[in-house]
T-cell receptor, first 112, second 115 residues
Framework: QQPVQSPQAVILREGEDAVINCSSSKALYSVHWYRQKHGEAPVFLMILLKGGEQKGHDKISASFNEKKQQSSLYLTASQLSYSGTYFCGTEDSGGSNYKLTFGKGTLLTVNP | EAQVTQNPRYLITVTGKKLTVTCSQNMNHEYMSWYRQDPGLGLRQIYYSMNVEVTDKGDVPEGYKVSRKEKRNFPLILESPSPNQTSLYFC??????????????FGQGTRLTVV
């Protein structure tokens, strides 16, 4: 079952902040975040493992709340280059389910 | 350069004509997978392969076959393509899967149109 991402789309002006959420109905082992620019392949941003670890990548960071089965991606002081579609991918806990299931994506547009 | 290479990038074919989309990675990755991307549906996994000995269905395997005869290659086969298989396809690889999952590297995509 696909994780649910919200919002579906967001429009920002350069310098503004955004939060993208990802939630699952299943217990999660890890959450992955990818960004895809129009006409290109998805590109890896970060992985968060269960344990509530928060990671950062330049001005992009993420958190993982294992109990709530949720992850959030934080984009701070957005730049034009942040525009694209963001996907979360979830890996279920359980050990034998070696599938990375992606959400439907959040389209982020950063305007000057 | 570390990469995942898909071919062809664009393909228009007719219903029922068998086709193969090739995928090759040069990073010695164990795990490879195929996704299709459709507007509003995100990336959906078709098949995945843990290693050359283990291949399994993803979420949308109907109408597709795969083969993993060697570590670096993972072709996607459509025995009898239908218009509902018109989509953008991505191959991806990662060093491991499961508990040791690492980042996935994606190919540049294959845009398939079945008429």
């Amino acid at each position: 079952q696909q994780p649910v991402q919200s919002p579906q789309a967001v429009i920002l002006r350069e310098g503004e902040d955004a939060v993208i959420n990802c939630s699952s109905s299943k217990a999660l082992y890890s959450v992955h975040w990818y960004r895809q620019k129009h006409g290109e392949a998805p590109v890896f941003l970060m992985i968060l493992l269960k344990g509530g670890e928060q990671k950062g990548h330049d001005k992009i960071s993420a958190s993982f709340n294992e109990k709530k089965q949720q992850s959030s991606l934080y984009l701070t002081a957005s730049q034009l280059s942040y525009s694209g579609t963001y996907f979360c991918g979830t890996e279920d806990s359980g050990g034998s389910n070696y599938k990375l299931t992606f959400g439907k994506g959040t389209l982020l547009t950063v305007n000057p | 350069e570390a990469q995942v290479t898909q071919n062809p990038r664009y393909l228009i074919t007719v219903t029922g004509k068998k086709l193969t989309v090739t995928c090759s990675q040069n990073m010695n990755h164990e795990y490879m997978s195929w996704y299709r991307q459709d507007p509003g549906l995100g990336l959906r996994q078709i098949y995945y392969s843990m290693n050359v000995e283990v291949t399994d269905k993803g979420d949308v395997p109907e109408g597709y076959k795969v083969s993993r005869k060697e570590k670096r290659n993972f072709p996607l086969i459509l025995e009898s393509p239908s218009p509902n298989q018109t989509s953008l396809y991505f191959c991806a690889s990662s060093l491991y899967a499961g508990a040791f999952n690492t980042e996935a590297f994606f190919g540049q995509g294959t845009r398939l149109t079945v008429v």
